[in-house]
């Protein structure tokens, strides 16, 4: 999750997040289009989660959060275990 300067916050996935952050506060072709216009200013949460179907899993359930569920998430006051197993909950109830 990266902090934007005007104080948002972008979800995404990337196997070199230093890179990516860097690709991001360049802007142009391989920015993020929210961020081209929201300039990237620091990572507030990383993790790696193993193969890429569990970071899409993962982004996308960080997305469905709320901003302060985000910000909770990112100072450390919930994990991404936490978050994924409350939405795999969410998923299971839904579809029942």
């Known amino acids: 999750m990266v902090r934007c300067d005007d104080g948002s916050?972008?979800?995404g996935i990337s196997t070199d997040v230093a890179r990516r952050l860097v690709e991001h506060q360049r802007g142009g072709a391989?920015?993020?289009r929210y961020l081209r216009t929201r300039r990237?200013?620091?990572v507030i949460?990383?993790?790696s989660v193993g193969d890429r179907s569990t970071?899409?899993?993962a982004e996308h359930?960080?997305?469905r959060l709320?901003?302060?569920q985000k910000e909770a998430l990112a100072r450390g006051a919930t994990t991404l275990h936490d978050v994924l197993a409350h939405y795999a909950t969410?998923?299971?109830r839904q579809s029942s």
């Open 66 to 68: 709320e901003k302060t």
């Open 61 to 63: 359930a960080i997305k």
């Open 40 to 42: 990237p200013v620091s």
């Open 45 to 47: 949460f990383s993790q």
């Open 9 to 11: 916050v972008y979800t």
């Open 30 to 32: 391989r920015s993020a």
């Open 90 to 92: 969410r998923r299971t």
């Open 55 to 57: 970071a899409l899993s």
